[in-house]
């Protein structure tokens, strides 16, 4: 499985990006897929996740009703939509894939496919 991230940018404080995230090689719907974020220093931050094959959704307390993530069958795609964007949300945003659904969704260590991330600056 191969990830590619595309969308991040430079914005005001307020706006919306939409990311997407590319993913070849998937052979079923079962699989877990996810947006993690980072900053210089920091561990890598949990953002969202999402069942490919139910829709089943998790969203960081952080971002809660702000941030979505969505998935695009037919396009092999999943999207993270970021409304009313903070300067606290600059990172670098990587998208994540597993085979199957963990419960510990929100652990980087659980996946085991990674996108190479893309940069998102938001300035007030």
Do not use: H
């Not at 947006?35 to 089943?56: C, D, H, I, M, Y």
């Not at 998208?95 to 600056?121: D, F, H, K, L, P």
């Amino acid at each position: 499985v191969q990830l590619q991230a595309s969308g991040g940018g430079l914005v005001q404080a307020g706006a919306s990006l939409r990311l997407s995230c590319v993913v070849s090689g998937r052979t079923s719907n079962n699989y877990g897929m996810a947006w993690f974020r980072q900053t210089p220093g920091k561990e890598r931050e949990f953002v969202a996740a999402r069942k490919w094959a139910n829709s089943l959704t998790i969203i960081a307390d952080s971002v809660k009703g702000r941030f979505t993530i969505s998935t695009d069958n037919a396009r092999n795609t999943l999207y993270l939509q970021m409304n009313s964007l903070k300067p606290e949300d600059t990172a670098i945003y990587f998208c994540a894939a597993r085979s199957g659904w963990s419960t510990g969704a929100w652990q980087a260590y659980e996946y085991n496919y990674w996108g190479q991330g893309t940069q998102v600056t938001v300035s007030s």
